[in-house]
């Protein structure tokens, strides 16, 4: 009677390697079969030689990758190691190597993927690109309530039914029969979230899976992905095309988070949206900004495949560095930054100078923590530079569009020399950001607006019309008791009323570059510019506008979150984050038309660079809009002269002098 021998941890062996830059070695594990659904499982590990894309000499080895998550971070199941007595010939009893300790979740999916006649070949967590397919496991069945057979039943027939429709619209059959599958589809939807569908569709949107970060590049960068929920299973084309209709109906009782969630699977593989033309490192990061992932680091670690290989154009950015497990959280957001910088990594195709730059410092005082008090305008010290994206943060603020969108003033404002910007090392301040520009004028007053109330305009009219009258009661409150310009100085013209009217209402929705599809604006361009005449040429009050125009109080809604408004000792109106302060400065940066509203710091060391100025130690609040200045030898009278402000505003930053900025 043979001994019986104790169970032995598993040994890993260092891989061998590749046999060059185009070959890499990895582990693939060969789920050996059983017709026991309960019995332990059992596997080979055997090193593979994997081709990268690039390499056509070695035969890749056919295998799925496993998508999953962990569950809860413990190890209680096991996973039996074995090998066999002649590997080469396949002869002779299989022996035990030992035991390796696995989560439940992973035993749960092993055990529900597992063939009973045949050997199945997986990689468990990572190389998704060469996989035959990626396999999807979002976790064991319902049992009861039936959700994952309901809804997986349901992606199935709505999926068809819309595969119907767009083969009538390919066929010139829209207006014969086209209408009648839509009606179809639609009904379709309404009876099964009018059910219990919408519990199951809760459900599903709500498993663990969809909020994991790494899913990203085991998706994006997959051949071909298959979904399993329990023992059914769907292709991936069939969940997306059934996420895309249903996000399209938008039901108002689902949650942002599950929404986000829709749209998310509904792009995640559609090539017309990420684009390789189209997409950087920024945008990716931006567009899976709300995956979660348990050690911060892998926010940028997450997304490196994409990076490199996937969406973007590796040929167009080249590496941006390794990952490095030993760094802290702050150095490899700080490192990544830099890289990018010293690259010149931009979103979408490169264009004006710097423009990358710019929108990388908009970013980095968008993103905030998602905890209160972190932030630097709470006073505690920040460990990560604020011209460094926080990617562990929320994206607080939309980035502004540029304020001096003028033909003349880019001619005006363009500069005899232009320097780089570059990231220095600094002894007592660590990594510095030094950048050229010039500094416009000082805060003197910020007033806020209660944004929430312009939310339901439809049912609530009078919060908002309350809302925008306390607004300008504080602004005229802020004219009486500052130094902002009242009276006639030298030949600069005063604003009138209707003058001050059009600046602010222009400059609240001053960010409506990113204002929702679905919006009223983003339906017809010449709404905007039917909708900014009027404001030009009106004589009403503000709150008379809000009457007029319910979109606009929409715009509010949507571009003031996080914002106030702002005004200078030298007379100007803009926007900026809500927590700007009194003294702080505009700026201008070098080869950039976006303002930026900055705060000095006093007592840190300055340096000088040829014949410039001395540098100004400062940190980064946020991007700003200004509204345009009254204008010298012009008259402000007639508020349609739209861009009256233009000659003041182009000889004032003329006068400045440049100086280094030293972003810390």
């Known amino acids: 009677m043979a001994s019986l021998v104790p169970p032995v941890r598993y040994v890993y062996f260092p891989l061998t390697g590749g046999s060059g830059s185009d070959v890499f070695s990895v582990r693939l594990l060969h789920l050996l079969p059983s017709t026991d659904p309960e019995s332990q499982l059992r596997c080979h590990l055997i090193e593979t030689a994997v081709p990268t894309g690039k390499c056509t000499d070695v ?8 998508s999953y998550t962990w569950g809860d971070p413990v190890f209680p199941e096991t996973l039996e190691v074995v090998v066999e007595g002649n590997m080469k010939g396949g002869q002779g009893p299989a ?62 027939e709505l999926a068809g039914l819309v595969a119907e429709y767009e083969t009538n619209r390919r066929d010139n059959l829209e207006w014969v029969t086209g209408w009648r599958k839509r009606l179809n589809i639609n009904k379709t939807v309404t009876d099964f979230m009018r059910g219990s569908g919408r519990d199951s569709l809760e459900w599903f949107l709500d498993q663990p899976w969809f909020r994991r970060r790494w899913i990203i590049q085991e998706v994006v960068l997959a051949k071909d992905v298959v979904v399993y929920c329990g023992s059914w299973s769907i292709p991936w084309t069939t969940l997306e095309t059934s996420m895309q209709e249903l996000f399209s109906h938008r039901m108002e009782s689902f949650t942002e988070k599950q929404l986000t969630n829709m749209q998310t699977v509904s792009r995640m593989r559609d090539r017309k949206v990420n684009n390789p033309k189209r997409l950087g490192p920024l945008d990716v990061l931006l567009r899976f900004a709300h995956f979660d992932c348990a050690d911060p680091r892998d926010r940028i670690y997450a997304l490196y495949g994409i990076f490199q290989q996937g969406v ?15 760094l802290s959280t702050e ?7 830099a890289s990018l910088i010293q690259k010149g990594y931009g979103n979408n195709e490169p264009y004006r100078y710097s423009s990358a730059l710019i929108y990388l410092l908009q970013l980095a005082a968008a993103f ?7 932030h630097l305008s709470s006073g505690q010290r920040r460990t990560i530079p604020s011209w460094v994206v926080d990617w562990t943060g929320a994206l607080y603020l939309e980035p502004l ?37 010039i500094t416009w004028d000082a805060i003197i007053a910020v007033i806020p607006i209660d944004a929430k109330a312009f939310n339901n305009v439809s049912d609530c009219a009078h919060l908002a019309k309350a809302a ?8 005229v409150r802020e004219l009486d008791s500052t130094s902002f310009p009242t009276t006639m100085k030298g030949n600069h013209y005063l604003y009138s009323s209707e003058h001050l009217v059009m600046v602010i209402a222009r ?5 409506w570059l990113f204002v929702p599809a679905n919006s009223y604006f983003s339906q017809d361009p010449k709404f905007r510019v039917e909708f900014l005449n009027k404001l030009k040429y009106s004589t009403f009050n503000l709150p008379e506008i809000l009457h007029k125009w319910t979109a606009y109080v929409e715009l509010v809604a949507l571009t003031m979150r996080g914002r106030s408004l702002f005004m200078t000792n030298g007379g100007l109106i803009g926007i900026a984050a809500d927590d700007s302060h009194v003294g702080d400065e505009v700026c201008l940066f070098e080869g950039s038309y976006t303002p930026f509203i900055i705060r000095p710091q006093t007592g840190q060391p300055n340096t000088k660079s040829g014949d410039q100025a001395a540098g100004h130690a400062v940190l980064l609040i946020s991007d700003a809009y200004i509204g345009l200045a009254p204008a010298k030898g012009e008259s402000t009278d007639r508020p349609g002269s739209a861009f009256s402000g233009t000659k003041s505003l182009t000889s004032t930053w003329q006068s400045r002098q440049r100086v280094t900025f030293h972003i810390l």
Not at 507 to 511: D, I, K, R, T, W
Request: aromatic share 12%.
């Open 95 to 156: 022996r035990q190597a030992g035991l390796i300790q696995i989560t439940e979740n992973l035993q749960t999916a092993l055990l529900s993927l597992r063939n009973p006649d045949k050997t199945l070949v997986l990689w468990v967590d990572a190389i998704y690109s060469q996989a035959a397919s990626v396999i999807v496991w979002l976790g064991r069945d319902s049992h009861a309530h039936g959700h994952e057979v309901s809804c997986l039943s349901f992606f199935k």
């Open 331 to 337: 150095d490899v957001f700080i490192n990544f930054t």
């Open 368 to 374: 905030r923590p998602r905890h209160a008090g972190a």
């Open 401 to 437: 569009r540029d304020s001096f969108y003028v033909p003349g003033i880019w001619d005006a404002l363009s500069w005899d020399t232009r320097e780089a910007a570059k990231v220095t090392q600094h002894e007592d301040k660590g990594k510095v950001l030094e950048i050229a520009g």
């Open 59 to 66: 035969p890749g080895a056919e295998y799925y990758a496993l």
């Open 468 to 475: 925008m009258t306390d607004f300008l009661h504080k602004f």
């Open 312 to 326: 973007t154009e590796p040929s167009r950015w080249g590496p941006i560095g390794n990952i490095d497990y030993t």
């Open 507 to 511: 400059s609240l929705v001053a960010a």
